[in-house]
């Protein structure tokens, strides 16, 4: 379990925290000289086991966070991810203004769990004491420790020390019962401090927000794309082969230098590698505010160890007033690790005073149709506490479906329940992604209507292409959804595909006798010209026929799908288009799946222009998709240019 304390400046955090554990929290000599705490101070304390104690419960890490009004952001930085807090109130002064600001904070982070201890009793007289006690209940009052225990203790005398070590030693325990670690959840360690250590070589300390991490793992620093090793690890300032969540932890690190390393940067698992310049999350405005909050206002925000500037834009009504809670977006000034369920905290622009806090809900905020009813639906599956109801209503909520890898790493967590919930969510679905059932039903619907009216207004064209389909039907729509959807109605046969043109059933274009003749006339010609395709002019030199009427005709055959036209005025038969797109699955295969002008043009024996030509054909259809200066193979590649085409 990790502690944090709060409290005004010199009333005593640091030195409970020594009593408690014997440890000097304070290191620095700046903090020796002048007796106050400037930076994050740790320290532990051992909790006798009794016999059946779950483990984990045996040992409790303090994070001693300063008073100062200037370094409330470091208090902030403290108080992320800790279990337990034990705001401290002095009994001769009473409540003071950082009293008040470091209880909001524990508020607005969410800090349900704690204590106040009332401290230096041995300056003030038991009326004095009783009165600072009834003070305390009294300020608890409307924030998220209202009940919360108020102990009396002098640090100096020992008095109400034991009381205190046997609460935080029972508390202890009953969060090693209630395991606030998931089996599901990705490693996260929020960084706090990097430094270099003889023999040992990098090391970085934070607080393990979820997950478990292991020596030999490989992490990733974000914001960033790092790759690091754990070769050692401390936790709770013990050497231990494992670490998981609601612990302090020391990681020894291969692979990277100190000076790579900030406070504010995560660690974390692989699959939950990601940063953000924009967030969307539900924000609560602190009651004591003298003024709503509205779209624009910039401000500080705190989340983990970092600290970034900020603007908000309130989402779901005009303004934040007071005491209320809103769905907000978050554009940030520079990119950050954040993860459903994080808790972050706003200070005014000036950072002077603490003015919100609330919850991340996703990481990967739009920045178009961010107010649209659409995603505020979205936002609201996203709130429900239990992680199969969430990922099953935003399926069912989403309207251009969901990136599954990206909500894995949003949530920072396996989806054990994510096969049960895609059961039903509709035949929508592609690798990677998931469409609920009424929006399958709503593009199925919205494509063959499309279809339709292609058809009506050009009753001479056999169709529009896979992409201008799209287009016309479900532009927004991702794209291998969208693929997914018209495999699945050509499957049907409530749709056809014919070359890179897709129709309905019904529909077809005629040949006149004139194009019949012609077409039987180019077709030995067509396959006789191989990889480098016939030119309309010297088909037509070839047959004795007019180049007019030969251009006509042969784009009428493409357009039924019966050639493949890669340029103006050349074309190519159907066969030799397979068998171009079998060398280009090839090189695929054999290069990570992606194709480049110089691979494809060896393997076919092209030259280079003809070899870009055929690519960029091939990324019209849908067999690639250009990416910078390669072309990438579809997952769903099959549904275009089958080799059965070569037939």
């Not at 970085?204 to 020596?215: K, P, R, W």
Request: glycine share 8%; hydrophobic share 50%.
């Amino acid at each position: 379990m990790i502690v944090g304390t709060a409290g005004h400046i010199d009333h005593g955090k640091t030195t409970l925290v020594r009593a408690l554990t014997g440890v000097d929290t304070d290191r620095l000599p700046e903090e020796k000289k002048r007796g106050i705490s400037i930076e994050l101070g740790y320290a532990f304390m051992d909790v006798p086991q009794g016999e059946g104690a779950p483990a984990g419960a045996d040992r409790i890490a303090f994070i001693d966070v300063p008073g100062h009004e200037r370094l409330v952001h470091t208090m902030v930085a403290g108080a992320t991810g800790i279990d337990y807090a034990l705001l401290l109130v002095a009994a001769d002064d009473g409540p003071m203004p950082q009293t008040l600001e470091h209880l909001a904070v524990l508020s607005l982070l969410g800090v349900q769990r704690g204590a106040v201890v009332v401290t230096k009793t041995d300056r003030a007289a038991p009326e004095r004491v009783a009165e600072v006690v009834a003070q305390a209940q009294a300020l608890l009052q409307g924030s998220a420790l209202a009940g919360a225990p108020v102990l009396a203790v002098s640090a100096t005398t020992g008095g109400g020390v034991p009381a205190l070590r046997a609460l935080l030693a029972d508390e202890a325990r009953a969060a090693a019962a209630r395991s606030r670690a998931s089996a599901s959840a990705f490693f996260r360690l929020a960084v706090d401090r990097a430094f270099t250590l003889d023999g040992v070589g990098t090391v970085v300390t934070g607080t393990v927000h979820a997950g478990s991490v292991q020596a030999g793992d490989e992490l990733v620093l974000v914001p960033g794309d790092l790759t690091v090793r754990v070769r050692s690890l401390h936790a709770d300032n013990r050497a231990v082969t494992s670490a998981h969540a609601g612990q302090r932890c020391a990681l020894a690190l291969a692979g990277v230098p100190k000076e790579h390393i900030a406070r504010g940067q995560w660690l974390v698992a692989p699959p939950a590698a990601l940063a953000t310049d924009r967030l969307d999350a539900t924000l609560t405005l602190w009651h004591g505010e003298p003024r709503a909050l509205r779209t624009g206002t910039p401000v500080q925000l705190h989340l983990g160890a970092e600290t970034v500037a900020a603007t908000v834009a309130v989402l779901d009504r005009d303004n934040l007033p007071p005491g209320e809670t809103a769905c907000v977006q978050l554009v940030l000034r520079q990119r950050l690790g954040a993860w459903h369920g994080d808790r972050l905290v706003l200070r005014d622009a000036s950072a002077t005073r603490t003015v919100a806090g609330g919850v991340v809900l996703d990481p990967f905020a739009p920045v178009r149709y961010r107010r649209t009813p659409a995603r505020l639906a979205e936002l609201q599956a996203l709130a429900l506490p239990d992680v199969q109801t969430r990922v099953a209503t935003l399926v069912a909520a989403a309207p251009q479906g969901v990136d599954l890898a990206r909500l894995r790493a949003a949530q920072g967590r396996e989806l054990p329940a994510l096969q049960a919930v895609l059961s039903t969510a509709g035949p929508g679905g592609s690798p990677g992604w998931a469409l609920g059932t009424v929006q399958t039903a709503q593009a199925r619907a919205a494509l063959l209507a499309a279809l339709a009216a292609f058809h009506e207004s050009h009753p001479d064209e056999l169709g529009p292409d896979a992409a201008r389909l799209r287009r016309l039907a479900v532009p927004r729509l991702n794209e291998a959804l969208y693929r997914a959807l018209l495999a699945g109605l050509i499957a049907e046969g409530l749709a056809l595909l014919r070359g890179a043109f897709v129709h309905l059933p019904a529909h077809g274009v005629r040949l006149s006798a004139s194009e019949e003749r012609i077409a039987q006339k180019v077709a030995p010609r067509l396959l006789a010209a191989g990889f480098e395709g016939a030119w309309a002019r010297d088909l037509a030199r070839d047959t004795s026929e007019s180049e007019a009427l030969m251009r006509t005709t042969l784009a009428r055959l493409a357009q039924r799908g019966e050639l493949h036209q890669v340029v103006k005025d050349l074309f190519y038969a159907p066969a030799t288009m397979a068998r171009l797109a079998a060398i280009a699955r090839e090189v695929a295969a054999a290069h990570g799946s992606e194709v480049t002008a110089a691979s494809f043009r060896d393997a076919t024996g092209l030259g280079r222009k003809r070899a870009i030509q055929v690519l960029e054909h091939f990324d019209r259809v849908g067999l690639l998709r250009r990416v910078g200066d390669v072309h990438k193979l579809r997952a769903d590649s099959t549904l275009f240019l089958d080799q059965r085409e070569a037939a």
